[in-house]
């Protein structure tokens, strides 16, 4: 069983900036390093979607189009923990951000919800106009 425990949600005004941390305990058979790692988000009324995903074996690395240029997925595997920094923030970025953690190696199956093995309880971020 993996733990994940998001947090740096809150409120900003459009423009501004945000930094997401996802920290993590893996279990003994498997250490964070061996996980890919992503993170979805989930508006109000609308299906939960993916945001960013680093592969663990390649650090490949994949973002949602909406979100490229603006968002950047990281992890420091020595603090078991992965980051989303979220800048040029937008009203429509507004939603329930969550990470999790895959065993899939890195590749564009890390974009869909259902190669996750693991899922945080998520951070709220609200962008206002």
């Known amino acids: 069983q993996v733990q994940l425990v998001e947090s740096g949600g809150g409120l900003v005004q459009a423009g501004g900036s945000l930094r997401l941390s996802c920290a993590t305990s893996a279990t003994s058979e498997r250490t ?6 992503g993170w ?3 508006a109000p009324g609308k299906e939960r979607e993916f945001v960013a995903a ?3 074996n390649n650090g490949n690395i994949y973002y949602a189009d909406s979100v490229k240029g603006r968002f950047t997925i990281s992890r420091e595997n020595a603090k078991n923990t992965v980051y989303l920094q979220m800048n040029s ?3 429509e970025d507004t ?3 969550y990470c999790a953690a895959s065993i899939v190696y890195g590749s564009s199956r890390l974009r869909l919800k259902d190669e996750y093995d693991y899922w945080g309880q998520g951070t709220q971020v609200t962008v206002s106009s």
């Open 32 to 37: 964070f390093s061996r996980y890919s790692m």
């Open 40 to 42: 979805f988000r989930q």
């Open 54 to 56: 680093i592969g663990w």
């Open 89 to 91: 923030l937008k009203p």
């Open 95 to 97: 939603a329930i951000y």
